[in-house]
């Protein structure tokens, strides 16, 4: 049974911060590994996704992916107001898709 | 292009009744998910439809929880009977087998009297 695993739970920075999000994962042999972004009373919308070990970026963020220490992260440079959220990975197979609990985030103008 | 939709938005419900929770995926996905988020648990994940045939009940969901696919392009989510630990917004997603990204609805936020 996967079980996927989010920190911090919550996170405040200020403007213009760098910032780094966690997700640890147990099923080794998953193969596809997203980050999902949920504005407040909104759906959850992807945001990226990795699916070989390395690092991926994608303008102010970047994934980085350890298949065998079981760990995945989202780095987010010049952290905005418009990115608080709540952020939330996903881990799957071809099968079933499995989220953490979340981080919630909140940039400070 | 439609995204996910849902309905309703809402729903208010006396412990005891019968909900039923509606879903039409994006036109051409063959994934669907039902997922249910509280501030606690997250996203729990009720049940997955692989071209209709379900694939994943959600274990401890079964008892009273049913998603059945009626064709490719609707879903639906009965919770029979309710109760008040039952409160919570349920997400309905479909997914993109090329890319292997969900899309998500809006929610159905349930309460439970």
């Known amino acids: 049974q996967q079980n996927v695993q989010q920190s911090p739970e919550s996170l405040i920075v200020p403007e213009g911060a760098r910032t780094s999000l966690n997700c640890t994962f147990s099923?080794?042999?998953?193969?596809y590994f997203w980050w999902y972004r949920q504005h407040s009373g909104k759906a959850p919308k992807a945001l990226m996704?990795?699916?070989?070990?390395g690092e991926k970026e994608e303008g102010r963020f970047t994934i980085h992916l350890n298949k065998a220490s079981l760990h995945f992260s989202l780095h987010i440079r010049d952290s905005q107001p418009s990115d608080s959220a709540l952020y939330l990975c996903?881990?799957?197979?071809?099968?079933?898709?499995?989220f953490g609990t979340g981080t919630r985030l909140q940039v400070s103008p | 292009d439609a995204g996910v939709t849902q309905t309703p938005r809402h729903e208010v419900a006396e412990k005891g009744q019968t909900i039923i929770l509606k879903c039409e995926p994006v036109?051409?996905?063959?994934?669907l998910f039902w997922y249910r988020q509280t501030k606690i648990q997250g996203l729990e994940l009720l049940s997955y439809?692989?071209?209709?045939?379900?694939?994943?009940d959600g274990g401890a969901f079964k008892d009273r929880f049913k998603a059945e696919m009626l064709n490719s392009s609707f879903s639906t989510l009965k919770i029979q009977p309710t109760e008040p630990k039952d409160s919570a917004v349920y997400l309905c997603?479909?997914?993109?087998?090329?890319?292997?990204?969900?899309?998500f609805g809006e929610g159905s936020k349930l309460t439970v009297l």
């Open positions: 997603a479909s997914r993109d087998r090329g890319t292997g990204q969900l899309y």
């Open positions: 099923d080794s042999a998953s193969q």
């Open positions: 996704s990795i699916f070989s070990n």
């Open positions: 996903a881990v799957s197979n071809t099968d079933k898709v499995v």
């Open positions: 036109s051409g996905h063959n994934d």
């Open positions: 439809f692989r071209s209709k045939s379900l694939m994943e």
